[in-house]
């Protein structure tokens, strides 16, 4: 696995959806990346719209962990730790990106 992307949220699940939903149309090999989202204690519904989009893009690797310590630097630490990645990008949850991210992503560092 080359690269982990890392999204940290905090009840931001329809935002969250949009951003996952980028990540899922990624141009890389689905075997050199995976999508680690770290649920940041967050009391809305972004734990059960996530475990739907993991069903829904069951042919990439995304997983759900969760980190109950509030706080940015928490949940990305958290990320960190869950990653299988040679190398690590984070993004934000109410973002989104090109297909081609990581590709570049993986051009830039290999």
Known sequence: ???SIVI???????SLVRTIDSVA?????RSLW?????????????KSKVESLIQKYNNINLRLVDE???GLSFARNRGIAES????IAFIDDDETINTGF??????LFL
Request: aromatic share 8%.
């Open 68 to 70: 109950p310590q509030q």
């Open 25 to 29: 149309k990624q141009d890389a090999d």
């Open 84 to 87: 299988k990645g040679n190398f």
């Open 34 to 46: 995976e999508c680690v989202v770290v649920n940041n204690a967050s009391t809305d519904d972004t």
């Open 102 to 107: 990581v590709s570049a992503y993986i051009d």
């Open 1 to 3: 696995m080359e690269l």
């Open 8 to 14: 940290s949220t905090y009840n931001n699940a329809n």
